[in-house]
């Protein structure tokens, strides 16, 4: 059975860091790519970046670039979201969400997210 | 970025009735390996989105069939044949050929 389980969210000010983390098992996780989406209560689904089965390419949407950086271990089976200067924008759910395919197309299976919290 | 536009965004439907949802991209997803790069989404109440449909028209590993997808280009559609009370939820199209991938606003299916 696929499982992923994310940590890291909590409460942080304006301008903090925080470090999201995804465990993943029931999966061989080398061959898949992986995504982490979010969505911010009561709203709609955002992609916000993606990592290919390697690690060797990475994208983001727009409002993380150069502030996010997505990273994998695949000795962990683990998937990473640094987050830096965070903002109230970035209040929402984070969900981790293993890839269709080996690049970064179709999350298929997805975490039970965790909440991160940007407030002064 | 490519915008992504469903309809209706909100429906109810009758148990063993259909019910279609639309989902209309502001630019092919056809890439050029030949696949269409659309994906069909649920959120159920509570819970995580789960995978649907994958490029257009195939069904995910245990979804029902009942549930069918089809289109082209940049129009797409979401079909059940016959609803059931465990398919309330929101449902999301999704396009990946471009970065940022994109969703759809969502829409709300209810029972009646």
């Known amino acids: 059975e696929v499982q992923l389980v994310e940590s890291g969210g909590g409460v942080v000010r304006p301008g903090e860091s925080l470090r999201l983390s995804c465990v993943a098992s029931?999966?061989?996780?080398?061959?898949?790519?992986m995504n982490w989406v979010r969505q911010s209560v009561g709203k709609g689904l955002e992609w916000v970046a993606g990592?290919?089965?390697?690690?060797?390419?990475?994208d983001y949407t727009d409002s993380v670039k150069g502030r996010f950086t997505i990273s994998r271990d695949n000795a962990k089976n683990s998937l990473y979201l640094q987050m830096n200067s965070l903002s109230a924008e970035d209040t929402a759910l984070y969900y981790c969400a293993r890839d269709y395919y080996g690049l970064f197309l179709a999350p298929d299976y997805w975490g039970q997210g965790t909440l991160v919290t940007v407030s002064p | 970025d490519i915008v992504m536009t469903q309809t209706p965004l909100s429906l109810s439907a009758t148990p063993g009735q259909p019910a279609s949802i639309s989902c209309r991209s502001s630019?092919?997803?056809?890439?050029?390996?030949?696949?269409?790069?659309l994906f069909w989404y649920l959120q159920k109440p509570g819970q995580s989105p789960q995978l649907l449909v994958y490029e257009v028209s195939n069904r995910f590993s245990g979804v029902p069939d009942r549930f069918s997808g089809s289109g082209s280009g940049t129009d797409f559609t979401l079909r059940i044949s016959r609803v059931e009370a465990e398919d309330v939820g929101v449902y999301y199209c999704m396009q990946s050929i471009q970065v940022p991938h994109s969703f759809g606003q969502g829409t709300r299916l209810e029972i009646k």
């Open positions: 990592i290919v089965w390697n690690g060797g390419t990475t």
């Open positions: 630019q092919s997803l056809l890439h050029s390996d030949g696949k269409t790069l």
């Open positions: 029931g999966f061989t996780f080398p061959d898949h790519g």
